[in-house]
T-cell receptor
Framework: QQPVQSPQAVILREGEDAVINCSSS?????VHWYRQKHGEAPVFLMI?????EQKGHDKISASFNEKKQQSSLYLTASQLSYSGTYFC????????FGTGTSLTVIP | KAGVTQTPRYLIKTRGQQVTLSCSPI?????VSWYQQTPGQGLQFLFE???????NKGNFPGRFSGRQFSNSRSEMNVSTLELGDSALYLC???????????FGEGSRLTVL
């Protein structure tokens, strides 16, 4: 039931865009996105709820396709501070987290 | 507003020993969950507590146990440590079951 994330890793130059995908074999009612910088705790970015409601970050957007059981995180005009590992999480009696996407933004 | 506090931050144990990790959630949060993070497996769910009751437990052996106190603070215990238990153990608190998780910085356990 662990979500599958893609890509596993991506390297960007400042200002470039990136998309991180998360798919689940189970029906999704909500999807969470977190970012973890090296040596730090994961930090909440966004939650997407069934029905389209979205709560979270101003500079990062996401989509949630309930029928396809997929979510995508969109990072536009990336900044150095965006570097980290991104996790999606789904809730079905417990949280299931994807294995993460390592994103590195270089000058 | 204080964040989630985990203690100890680092610890080294030998095989066969036991360890207790502590987590103090954000004030007002009654849900506390624990995760094991390893490079190969990512974040794996251990348990979730709400108002002192264990709501769910992940697919871990019985050597892993936990509890929550009336003040919402939580502890997890691992007995008869194995080398494979070396990991970062993260605690998270939230207002409700599926809500936004606030993570602590974790307790890094090394088993020799």
């Amino acid at each position: 039931q662990q979500p599958v994330q893609s890509p596993q890793a991506v390297i960007l130059r400042e200002g470039e865009d990136a998309v991180i995908n998360c798919s689940s074999s189970k029906a999704l009612y909500s999807v969470h996105w977190y970012r973890q910088k090296h040596g730090e705790a994961p930090v909440f970015l966004m939650i997407l709820l069934k029905g389209g409601e979205q709560k979270g970050h101003d500079k990062i957007s996401a989509s949630f396709n309930e029928k396809k059981q997929q979510s995508s995180l969109y990072l536009t005009a990336s900044q150095l501070s965006y570097s980290g590992t991104y996790f999606c999480g789904t809730y079905g009696n417990q949280f299931y987290f994807g294995t993460g996407t390592s994103l590195t933004v270089i000058p | 507003k204080a964040g989630v506090t985990q203690t100890p931050r680092y610890l080294i144990k030998t095989r066969g020993q036991q360890v207790t990790l502590s987590c103090s959630p954000i004030s007002g949060h009654r849900s506390v969950s624990w995760y094991q993070q390893t490079p190969g497996q990512g974040l794996q769910f251990l348990f979730e507590y709400f108002s002192e009751t264990q709501r769910n437990k992940g697919n871990f052996p019985g050597r892993f146990s936990g509890r929550q106190f009336s003040n919402s603070r939580s502890e997890m215990n691992v007995s008869t440590l194995e080398l494979g238990d070396s990991a970062l153990y993260l605690c998270a608190s939230s207002l409700d079951f599926a809500g936004e998780l606030f993570f602590g910085e974790g307790s890094r356990l090394t088993v020799l």
